[in-house]
T-cell receptor, first 117, second 117 residues
């Protein structure tokens, strides 16, 4: 079974440009999460989808970040316009439906390393 | 206040020895889960082990065990018989809340483990 995949693995852009990150969750996983790790800091939650619906976007830093999950399969995270402080590693994770369970395991992708110059 | 504290930025161990990676947590929620992830140099985040707050026994998964001391709010990861491939960064994480879908993980800053021959 394929794991969570993310594209691109690395992205270097200039301040003010737009970047779109993509995440393909594990097949059949309804829950999809985005996290971010800024250099030297903890990994922080950004948002959570259940299928195509945003359940929690409390971690999104500002309105320059837009996440979508059309059709409830893959998700994209767009940063527009990118700022220097957006540099970091963006992780995507997915998990199965929690119905009947309490402690689902989130499986992470390899991350996208974003550098804004 | 930090919810997850990993006090060891780096740990060194020789092959075949056991090593303990520390993790303390802070929550007032009676229902929570604790997770450990491994991030090798290749970047992917690999789920290792999980412990629920109501679990009576310490979790074990192969060479990994979780030394859960609820009163002390600690959830240390013990790796027995270290191998060179265990060299990686290790993250402790927590989910709070009861039977809620998709609660975000809260991460510590990580501990870098280096295993030498």
């Amino acid at each position: 079974e394929a794991g969570v995949t993310q594209f691109p693995s690395h992205s270097v852009i200039e301040k003010g440009q737009t970047v779109t990150l993509r995440c393909d969750p594990i097949s059949g996983h309804d829950n999809l999460y985005w996290y971010r790790r800024v250099m030297g800091k903890e990994i922080k939650f950004l948002l959570h989808f259940v299928k195509e619906s945003k359940q929690d976007e409390s971690g999104m830093p500002n309105n320059r970040f837009l996440a979508e999950r059309t059709g409830g399969t893959y998700s994209t995270l767009k940063v527009q316009p990118a700022e220097l402080e957006d540099s970091g590693v963006y992780f995507c994770a997915s998990s199965q439906d929690l119905r009947g369970g309490r402690w689902e395991t989130q499986y992470f992708g390899p991350g996208t390393r974003l550098l804004v110059l | 206040a930090q919810k997850i504290t990993q006090t060891q930025p780096g740990m060194f161990v020789q092959e075949k020895e056991a090593v303990t990676l520390d993790c303390t947590y802070d929550t007032s929620d009676p229902s929570y889960g604790l997770f450990w992830y491994k991030q090798p140099s290749s970047g992917e985040m690999i789920f290792l082990i999980y412990q629920g707050s109501y679990d009576q026994q310490n979790a074990t998964e192969g060479r990994y065990s979780l030394n859960f001391q609820k009163a002390r709010k600690s959830a240390n990861l013990v790796i027995s018989a270290s191998q060179l491939g265990d060299s990686a960064m290790y993250f402790c994480a927590m989910r709070e809340g009861g039977n809620q879908a998709g609660t975000a993980l809260i991460f510590g800053k990580g501990t870098t483990l280096s295993v030498s021959s």
